[in-house]
């Protein structure tokens, strides 16, 4: 195999973005990181190594980071990387910071722009914005195929504001969430009377954490959350809600291509 692409996806975004690669660069394959994190050892086979996630908290996920201080990347000779949320080169230079442990480092990096799906913040956007979106993604795609296939370096930096913000402010608010708000959040998800107990929640969770007892969801507290929010998004009658946040009137999203089988799919090697 000469091409891998490792990737993350919870509501999606990820998916589609590795498989729309998959489509452009011969021999490829995909490996969900889910489905290899515990393997008692995880080491790549390719010559060219991609990695595809989101953006989780103005930062690469937690799963990612726990991936890549784990794999052993001795055959690739090119390591590229794909964030489906536009951010800062942080989230890249700190990839950097774990694959100088094995003497590599990011040849090429990119940031697209996909619906946010954080909706305790955001906004969903309209259908119309989600299409122009996609097309504005396939032109870049096609950019990222050339540069890949072609073994280019492509490492783009900054703006000096975003700069900054990316190094300097970012990192602080990374910190503050993922040790204050984001566990507060982790025990803040529930199923409103709407739920059916139709138990997709559990499949979909990529932590494993959510169990279906007497016909509704439990998120169990001795499991970490990996904040994927698939079990949110996927949720066929939008019953699944996180206290406090107002999600109930928010609105779903998952990318129209992506079943939730996609989605629970990542926790086996397929």
Same mark, same amino acid.
């Given at each position: %195999?000469?091409?891998?692409?490792?990737?993350?996806?919870?509501?999606?975004?990820?998916?589609?973005?590795?498989?729309?690669?998959?489509?452009?660069?011969? #021999?490829?394959?995909?490996?969900?990181?889910?489905?290899?994190?515990?393997?008692?050892?995880? /080491?790549?086979?390719?010559?060219?190594?991609?990695?595809?996630?989101?953006?989780?908290? !103005?930062?690469?996920?937690?799963?990612? %980071?726990?991936?890549?201080?784990?794999?052993?990347?001795?055959? *690739?000779?090119?390591?590229? *990387?794909? /964030?489906?949320?536009?951010?800062? &080169?942080?989230?890249?230079?700190?990839?950097?910071?774990?694959?100088?442990?094995?003497?590599?480092?990011?040849?090429?990096?990119?940031?697209?722009?996909? $619906?946010?799906?954080?909706?305790?913040?955001?906004?969903?956007?309209?259908?119309?914005?989600? *299409?122009?979106?996609?097309?504005?993604?396939?032109?870049?795609? &096609?950019?990222?195929?050339?540069?890949?296939?072609?073994?280019?370096?492509?490492?783009?930096?900054?703006?000096?504001?975003?700069?900054?913000?990316?190094?300097?402010?970012? $990192? !602080?608010?990374?910190?503050?969430?993922?040790?204050?708000?984001? $566990?507060? %959040?982790?025990?803040?998800?529930?199923? &409103?009377?709407?739920?059916?107990?139709?138990?997709?929640?559990?499949?979909?969770?990529?932590?494993?954490?959510?169990?279906?007892?007497?016909?509704?969801?439990?998120? !169990?507290?001795?499991? #970490?959350?990996?904040?994927?929010?698939?079990?949110?998004?996927?949720?066929?009658?939008?019953?699944?809600?996180?206290?406090?946040?107002?999600? /109930?009137?928010?609105?779903?999203?998952?990318? *129209? &291509?992506?079943? =939730?089988?996609?989605? =629970?799919?990542?926790?086996?090697?397929?």
């Amino acid at each position: %195999m000469s091409t891998q692409i490792y990737y993350l996806s919870g509501t999606g975004n990820s998916l589609h973005v590795a498989r729309e690669l998959e489509k452009r660069l011969p #021999d490829t394959d995909l490996v969900p990181i889910i489905s290899v994190l515990k393997d008692e050892h995880i /080491a790549s086979t390719a010559e060219t190594v991609g990695l595809v996630f989101p953006i989780h908290n !103005l930062s690469a996920p937690i799963a990612v %980071m726990r991936f890549l201080q784990r794999v052993d990347l001795g055959s *690739a000779k090119y390591v590229f *990387a794909v /964030a489906t949320r536009f951010c800062s &080169d942080k989230v890249f230079s700190n990839i950097d910071e774990v694959l100088e442990k094995q003497r590599k480092s990011l040849d090429a990096y990119f940031s697209v722009e996909m $619906p946010c799906t954080y909706i305790p913040l955001f906004t969903l956007p309209s259908r119309d914005t989600v *299409a122009k979106m996609e097309a504005t993604l396939q032109k870049r795609l &096609d950019e990222i195929q050339t540069i890949v296939t072609n073994k280019q370096v492509d490492r783009e930096k900054d703006s000096p504001l975003v700069f900054v913000m990316g190094h300097i402010l970012y $990192p !602080l608010i990374t910190a503050f969430m993922f040790k204050v708000r984001f $566990p507060d %959040m982790a025990r803040s998800f529930y199923a &409103d009377e709407r739920c059916t107990g139709c138990g997709l929640c559990e499949k979909v969770c990529l932590a494993d954490r959510i169990r279906i007892k007497d016909g509704r969801p439990e998120w !169990l507290e001795s499991i #970490d959350c990996l904040y994927c929010f698939a079990c949110l998004h996927y949720c066929p009658v939008e019953a699944v809600q996180i206290e406090g946040r107002k999600t /109930a009137t928010k609105g779903r999203y998952h990318h *129209a &291509d992506v079943k =939730a089988t996609d989605i =629970a799919r990542q926790k086996r090697r397929t």
